[in-house]
């Protein structure tokens, strides 16, 4: 059998082409949308000054094409590109960092030759950087590796992302070179060492994962695609986290909803990588995503028993006790819930967990519970329509049950955050009948004030 060093270091050349193609040298600009919830939360943070300025990105691909204007400034080229290598991956993933990390400093190590990647360029690459002052290490690309030839070692609770993976040719593939990577970052006199976060992409192949990305710890990106269970009346899950339309991803440590066009883990990893860039302490990170990957499975016993309620409250337990562990173990929960904080790594890592965690609340008879998540979900992701109908919906049974002025306070702003969620769903007509309904309760309450 062929093993792991043996076979072919791949990135996907023809789609970093095609995404090329749609992206505007002088204005910056893409030709995908960038109406999600993971832009969202960038514009978010650039909009709070949080640019990546200070921040050092190691990029490891095929070659860069520096005279973009993108490209022209803030890099640093750390191993040179080779004469024939392919110059549209590597410049397509430079570019997406720095379109949502545009003041951090791209560290470029060009891996690629004429025939494509290079595992030794690769080998060389991760030495040179285990010294550099990179805090973010961005790797769209590996060698595939049959699942079948992979030693997935679950979790303590069934069904969670199968992690540490083990590569099956431990010494002969990448995996060790970027453990020997992922070091203390020295840091100025008087401050902690900040940990170095390796960011690789999981592989396009639903029957293979992609060594660097089984590393330890490596962080392994991919795509998924939209799954959305919507029912206005009950309240709605937001965009699930778990892995949905692309097999591979479901090893993953995280997956970010696919933009329209944009194919190809190569193109998650450097999306996400970007962001780490924004997030003022790394060593989060991790317990984040360990936390998302927790509320995933909670949205599969979520999504069970809301649709099919004849089988009693088994699933509903089972989702209320992954979402207390996902929300009680989520870094920054405390300041989240007490004083509005706010940071790119809540919004991305947070906002469907405390979306969904709240509509647990909804669904268990909890509302008062649900509140307080619908609010931080509120505050961490402003954009989301299924965060202010949920907390509307929540509004609307605490109403039911509170003295009649707080009950009309209640009711007023429930009809504002309907009006909220159909301003930000624009054509989706499926909250007319619930706010509709909060009028009438708001009408049955009289127009005293509180």
Known sequence: MTNAFDRALEYSGAAAEALIAGYDRDSGDWAFPRDSPFFDAVAEAHRRGERGAGRHVAILDSAFDLSLPALASGTRVCLPGRPGADLSHGTAVALLVRTVAPEATLHLYAIGGPDGPDRHAVATALRKLADSEAQIVCMSLGVPVPLSD???????????????????TPGRCLCEAVQAAIAVVPSPAGTTGRTRAVFAAVGNDPGSLFCPAMAHDAFAIGFQQERRVADPVRGESA???EASGYGQ?????YTLMQPATVLGSSFATPLVAGAAALQADLDAI???QRACARGAVADIFLARHRTDR??????LASALAFHGEAVHDFPHRAALEEDGHWCIGCALYGGTLFVNAGLAQLEAGAPARAETLLRVARRIVPRSADAAANLATCLMHLAGATHIDTGRRQLREAVAAFDEAIALRP????YDTARAHALRLLSLRGTGTD
């Open 249 to 253: 991803s479901a090893a993953g440590d």
């Open 427 to 430: 054509g989706y007509r499926g």
């Open 239 to 241: 965009w699930a986290t």
């Open 286 to 288: 991790a317990g984040m």
């Open 150 to 168: 992979v030693t997935l070692a679950p979790h303590d609770r069934r069904m969670l992302a199968a992690r540490p993976r083990t590569c099956p």
């Open 310 to 315: 004849a089988a009693g409250t088994t699933d």
